[in-house]
């Protein structure tokens, strides 16, 4: 079975090692996730299985998102995702994915939403210095400072850093390393941080090798 799984980021903690090391971990509350749908090549052109997360109430759904929750005899859930994978013989419909399906030394990439920061400056959105805190420098010491835009070319090119929104977007941490698995409480123990807020919803996928 390909190991992929929905996951709800509960926050950081720490473990020691047999030789008294401390491992940083980001604590993932993972399914159970049932299967909503399986896509065939012969159908739908592709191969892959659609899992949901977090149970929700009917009211909180449109009818068409509601009627492949009722299709597939599963109660309505609060997320979806879809997952790519190269056989589907291993999944049905209606069953559950939990978190056994890791083990403990497993390698794999974590997909998340970053932490939003709204409209930031150029010194936190890309790590620019600040100007001289000098006579005659400023009044503004953390602006962009020069464009470098003369007679020739009259415009700012496009790319430059510059100030705007930041994070919130989907940012993929791959190579990451399961240093426990907990069943009894679907949970995920990741070494290292993975991105997103606490309670941000995370997809968990194996490494490809």
Not at 39 to 53: I, P, Q, W
Not at 73 to 90: H, I, W, Y
Not at 134 to 159: C, D, I, L, Q
Not at 182 to 205: F, H, Q, S, W
């Amino acid at each position: 079975m390909y190991k992929a799984i929905i996951g709800k980021k509960l926050g950081m903690t720490q473990l020691f090692s047999a030789d008294g090391k401390v491992i940083p971990v980001t604590v993932v509350e993972a399914g159970p996730c049932p299967v909503v749908q399986i896509k065939t090549v012969e159908k739908d052109g592709y191969s892959a299985v659609k899992l949901g997360f977090v149970e929700t109430a009917e009211k909180n759904l449109s009818k068409p998102a509601l009627g492949q929750f009722k299709k597939a005899g599963v109660n309505p859930q609060k997320e979806l995702r879809e997952f790519r994978v190269d056989d589907t013989a291993d999944y049905a419909v209606g069953s559950s994915v939990t978190v056994d399906v890791f083990a403990d030394g497993d390698k794999i990439d974590v997909t998340g939403i970053t932490k939003g920061h709204g409209y930031t400056g150029v010194i936190k959105r890309w790590n620019n210095h600040r100007l001289k805190e000098t006579h005659g420098v400023g009044p503004v010491h953390r602006e962009v400072g020069s464009m470098s835009a003369n007679s020739s070319p009259s415009r700012v090119f496009k790319g430059k850093k510059m100030a705007g929104q930041y994070g919130c977007e989907q940012v993929t941490i791959q190579n990451l390393e399961i240093v426990k698995v907990d069943v009894a409480r679907n949970a995920l123990l990741i070494k290292g941080a993975v991105p997103g807020p606490v309670k941000g919803i995370v997809t968990i996928r194996a490494t490809v090798k």
